[in-house]
């Protein structure tokens, strides 16, 4: 889709810099995927934060030193 918008130089440039974009088609694209990734990411912790029974850090070592070497069978 074709749009036109006014972005001031110097965040286009810096954007560019940051994003290793070579056009400024690319690094507004980047931009774009970058900020809905964090979006979806933001939504998913506030998703995951709201369960109770997650497993705890020492359950997890409990798990992983009573399993050969702390390696997990994924089968």
Same mark, same amino acid.
């Given at each position: 889709?074709?749009?036109?918008? /006014?972005? *001031?130089?110097?965040?286009?440039?810096?954007?560019?810099?940051?994003?290793?974009?070579?056009?400024?088609?690319?690094?507004?694209?980047?931009?774009?995927?970058?900020?809905?990734?964090?979006?979806?990411?933001?939504?998913?912790? /506030?998703?995951?934060?709201?369960?109770?029974?997650?497993?705890?850090?020492?359950?997890?070592?409990?798990?992983?030193?009573?399993?050969?070497?702390?390696?997990? /069978? *994924?089968?």
């Amino acid at each position: 889709m074709k749009t036109t918008v /006014d972005i *001031p130089e110097e965040m286009l440039r810096e954007a560019m810099r940051h994003s290793g974009a070579t056009t400024k088609k690319e690094a507004v694209r980047l931009a774009i995927e970058e900020y809905n990734r964090r979006k979806r990411m933001a939504r998913l912790a /506030d998703f995951l934060g709201r369960f109770e029974n997650f497993i705890s850090e020492n359950e997890l070592e409990q798990l992983r030193e009573s399993d050969e070497g702390g390696r997990l /069978d *994924p089968h």
